[in-house]
């Protein structure tokens, strides 16, 4: 398995912070300059809880308030186009609203790879040597188990960072509910059977605002993956 074989499903960018209650005051002009920079964008709520915006033509959507910033994008179309839409959101909300720091900020990625059988998926999941056990002592817990699946959920941690890396093979249904901007003539059928991997970059300790470069923070998240997550993974 290469890197590029895996499809980037979801990619989410979470900032929290404190005493961010100049948002009652400033949603509004906030909403104003966030639609007048990137005029795909359309407002979808706002009250005096949360604001909250989409991206017509993709599923990128941003909601934000008094404590954090959520930026997702779904069915990724342009990686470059969400980080340039999540850099300047992140910088225009987090100074209108007077964030000096941020206790958090996280970036997880969802990648998935295709197969036709779980026990495929299941089998590559094995061939990387996370899983070692003698298939013989599933009886100790009962004389007719048998192995399902397997899944895999590593924590990495430091004083200042951490990384949450999940794998698992999945069986998805696809009977589900398309998202608005796609044409309900269009047939679009995610992967039913998949390996899927979940991956949480995240900050431990406080970022001032100033410190911070959104923009770096997302491309150099994505290049550490690219250069070392299969490696990683193999025996």
């Known amino acids: 398995m290469k890197f590029d074989d895996l499809i980037l499903e979801k990619i989410v960018l979470e900032l929290r ?12 002009a906030i909403l104003n300059e966030l639609i007048t920079r990137f005029p795909q964008l359309m407002i979808e709520g706002v009250n005096p809880q949360a ?3 989409r991206a017509k ?17 779904d069915f990724i179309k ?16 987090s100074e209108r609203i007077q964030v000096q720091s ?36 599933y009886s100790k817990f009962g004389q007719t188990l048998q192995f399902k699946k397997a899944g895999f959920h590593l924590y990495l941690e430091d004083d200042n960072v951490g990384r949450s ?18 044409p309900s003539g269009k047939k679009v059928v995610p992967p039913p059977i998949i390996l899927n991997f979940d991956i949480d970059i995240y900050t431990k300790k406080v970022v001032e605002r100033g410190v911070l470069n959104t923009s770096d923070f997302l491309k150099s998240n994505y290049k550490m993956l690219r250069d070392n997550l299969i490696p990683f993974m193999e025996k």
Do not use: M
């Open 51 to 53: 604001s909250a915006l």
């Open 102 to 137: 941020f206790t958090r900020v996280g970036n997880r990625f969802f990648f998935v790879h295709p197969y036709k059988t779980l026990k495929e998926a299941n089998e590559q999941l094995k061939t990387w040597g996370f899983l070692h056990f003698d298939e013989k002592k």
């Open 78 to 93: 342009k990686r470059n186009e969400f980080i340039d839409i999540a850099s300047s959101a992140v910088n225009i909300i």
């Open 57 to 73: 033509g993709s599923g990128l959507t941003i909601d934000f308030n008094s404590d954090r910033i959520l930026i997702v994008e």
């Open 17 to 28: 912070y404190k005493l961010g209650y100049a948002y009652l005051d400033k949603c509004g």
């Open 165 to 182: 890396i999940r794998i698992q093979p999945l069986e998805r249904t696809v009977d589900y509910e398309l998202p608005p901007f796609i």
